[in-house]
């Protein structure tokens, strides 16, 4: 295109820009443009800076700069005040005395991380356990501990990432609403020497015409008027067609496969009592799984009552001494007040459980795509609310042979030939299995599966085998497109769904 050609096919806002850049030597910051008035939006000089590009009138660069923020008020480490709570004890509290003194599961946290920065010991006294300050646990009496002088400087304003030690922000990163990660990008514009020839050019700046409406016919505008040429050389934006949405495909397509291999969709609801969620499922009444860092907690309603009076006793037998399975149980004193608390479902097996409870014949072949919830802190790989791929089969046949045979098909049919599984422990099955699919040059994890325990199954009067797998959904989305971070499924970012293939 020649040059005199460019010149009249510039915009309003690129004369601007031109002129604007020229006059602070030949460079300007984006923000700086706006703020100085020549533009009012940062959009408009984004705008006419990407034009200018393409016709190498132009550079644009950016810098983008990482700080550390603090979400709103942080209070009292849980650790500080267990310190604290010892100290006015006289340097050794019993275990018990401190979960008083820190209700709502506090005291739990705080006890991991006493142990974790040595600020105290535990010792057992008789049969109760005892915490014991260390040499250091009483320095921290008297002195700010390094997260919290960092949490201090976050309250004063943004840290700079350089300026922040690693391993303290990874700590507080998997403390929820402690720490919260803000990039600020700075954004360029730089003329190039035919960009600098053309601001100096002689420009003028005024309004252009670039739609000849009928009040400026009838009015006779149009005759003063600047039209603006166009350049139907330039490029134009790709044209998208419309597509569904990649996990919407997705769990079409694992449907599709289930089906069509005899299966028939089961369901279940989000709010569970932990009997359904965990206690059926042979899991102890101590385990890390029920602590409410792990579990939402539901407050109204706090519990929900299990009316089958003859299912929750056989539960309690197998707990705590396994019951006619042969099995020795849990041991101690099962709580149905713990039962029965309200809670939002962890995993899918849930589903599974019911399913059975309601078709306790086999043979039965069922599937569910699930949505389940666990405190999880969000990064990349990380949500605390997913999806599974939740699947069981019941026949008198079933072996561990048919499960791995069942999983390597559905991969297989997935695009995912190379299937690795490997020995697993889970309470409810046995035995256990996780598998991982190569791909990208590695191996990853995507799911766990195995053969109920009698255990569980022994409750509901079922005595044929049932196979039992869970798998991740959004990291089989994540491996199917390649994608990086979880959180680009969920945020609809348009440019990410415009460019996603369509089969």
């Known amino acids: 295109m020649e040059f005199s ?72 480490l849980p650790e500080r005040t267990a310190v604290k709570a010892i100290d006015a004890a006289g340097g050794s509290m ?27 010991d535990i010792a057992k006294e008789g049969d109760s356990k005892v915490l014991r300050l260390t040499v250091k646990g009483r320095d921290a009496l008297s002195q700010e501990m390094p ?8 309250a004063g304003g943004p840290v700079p990432e350089a300026e922040a030690d690693k391993a303290l922000i990874k700590d507080l990163k998997g403390r929820q609403g402690m720490v919260a990660e803000k990039v600020v990008t700075e954004r360029s514009v730089e003329l190039t020497e035919l960009g600098v020839r053309a601001a100096r050019s002689g420009l ?33 934006p790709p044209a998208v067609p419309a597509k569904k949405h990649p996990l919407t495909r997705l769990s079409a397509q694992v449907r599709r496969i289930f089906t069509d291999m005899g299966f028939e969709e089961m369901s279940s609801e989000y709010v569970q009592p932990a009997f359904w969620n965990l206690d059926i499922l042979y899991t102890p009444q101590d385990h890390p799984a029920r602590d409410l860092q792990d579990t939402f907690y539901l407050e109204h309603p706090a519990s929900i009552r299990v009316e089958d009076e003859g299912l929750v006793a056989k539960v309690r037998s197998i707990h705590e001494d396994g019951g006619d399975t042969g099995s020795t149980g849990w041991g101690g004193k099962w709580s149905r007040e713990r039962a029965e608390a309200a809670l939002l479902r962890t995993h899918s097996t849930v589903s599974s459980i019911k399913y059975i ?61 190379r299937i690795r599984i490997r020995p697993a422990y889970f309470p409810y099955t046995e035995p256990s299995l996780e598998l991982e699919v190569f791909f990208n040059g590695k191996w990853m994890e995507l799911g766990g599966a195995g053969m109920f325990r009698p255990e569980v199954l022994a409750p509901l009067g079922v005595e044929t085998p049932v196979l039992a797998w869970g798998f991740g959904f959004e990291r089989l989305a994540m491996l199917k497109w390649d994608i990086k971070d979880i959180r680009e499924l969920y945020i609809s970012d348009l440019d990410i769904l415009k460019g996603s293939t369509v089969l």
């Open 5 to 76: 050609e460019m010149l009249e096919g510039l915009s309003y806002n690129e004369k601007r820009l031109l002129l604007a850049a020229d006059a602070r030597g030949g460079r300007a910051r984006i923000a700086d443009l706006v703020s100085e008035g020549s533009f009012s939006l940062e959009v408009e000089a984004m705008g006419a800076a990407s034009w200018l590009e393409s016709k190498g009138l132009a550079r644009l660069s950016e810098r983008s700069e990482r700080f550390y923020v603090s979400p709103g008020a942080v209070g009292e």
């Open 94 to 120: 019993a275990m018990d005395a401190l979960a008083e003194a820190m209700p709502g599961g506090a005291d739990k946290i705080a006890v991991g991380w006493l142990k974790r920065k040595g600020l105290a």
């Open 147 to 154: 997260d919290e002088a960092l949490l201090r400087r976050l």
């Open 204 to 236: 003028e700046i005024k309004p252009q015409v670039t739609d000849v409406t009928d009040r400026m016919i009838q009015s006779g505008e149009w005759k003063g008027a600047e039209m603006r040429k166009y350049d139907v050389q330039t490029f134009v």
């Open 357 to 417: 409870a309601e078709h306790p014949d086999a043979p039965r072949k069922a599937f569910s795509i699930s949505r389940i919830f666990r405190k999880e802190s969000i990064d990349a790989t990380h949500l605390p609310e997913f999806t599974q791929i939740e699947g069981i089969v019941m026949d008198e046949h079933a072996n561990f042979d048919m499960l791995i045979t069942l999983i390597r098909e559905f991969y297989a049919r997935m695009g995912f030939d």
